[in-house]
């Protein structure tokens, strides 16, 4: 069962399965990169406003699990209406700002760019396709991308577990 803070703001009650810290593995590969493993920590937090505050990181794994340097980081907000829209906004110090519109629906979100906007020396990227769903308590999720002259395509996968119940902003 999900617990919806008695402070959340009625708009992200859908959204409310996200809360918390979740913390787990994944595996990515693109064709302009070699295949990896990667261990990531997401958290959700909620302050009573009409949204979701969201940050992800994450770090390159070795054979044996361990860390060995970081990799991606994205913070944003996640908005969603009674009817299961979904609209996310993500910033990344690559120079990658995106807005994402989708769905939410029982523990899952499907969500796709609606808009990519880069600084002169971010790599290239035009669009993404991200998939989550709550599956027996863990936070599953695929993230496809269409970057470097590439179609849209598999980049990241991962699985996480909630360390954390937080469910307050800081």
């Known amino acids: 069962m999900i617990e919806i803070p008695d402070d959340m703001h009625p708009d992200v009650v859908p959204l409310a ?6 913390e787990g593995v994944g595996v990515g590969d ?21 949204f979701l505050a969201y940050t ?4 390159l794994l070795d054979d044996d699990g361990n860390r060995v340097r970081p990799l991606a980081t994205e913070t944003g907000y996640w908005k969603s ?4 829209s979904v609209e996310v906004t993500l910033a990344h110090p690559t120079g990658i700002v995106e807005i994402w519109l ?3 629906d029982k523990g899952r979100i499907e969500m796709r760019t609606d808009v990519v906007a880069r600084t002169v020396d971010a790599k ?11 599956v027996k308590g863990e936070l599953m ?21 909630r360390v954390d119940r937080e469910i307050a902003a800081e």
Do not use: C, N
């Not at 992800?56 to 770090?59: D, L, V």
């Not at 209406?81 to 299961?84: I, S």
């Not at 290239?124 to 709550?134: D, P, Q």
């Open 17 to 22: 399965f996200l809360l918390g810290i979740w």
């Open 30 to 50: 693109y064709p302009t990169i070699e295949a990896f493993r990667f261990g990531q920590q997401v958290t959700f937090t909620q302050d009573g406003r009409p």
């Open 56 to 59: 992800s990181r994450t770090w």
């Open 81 to 84: 209406k009674l009817d299961g």
């Open 102 to 104: 989708g769905e939410t």
């Open 124 to 134: 290239e990227y035009t669009a993404g396709h991200r998939l989550y769903g709550l």
């Open 141 to 161: 999720y695929a993230y496809d991308m269409a970057a470097m002259g590439h179609p849209l395509q598999s980049h990241m996968s991962a699985q996480l577990k």
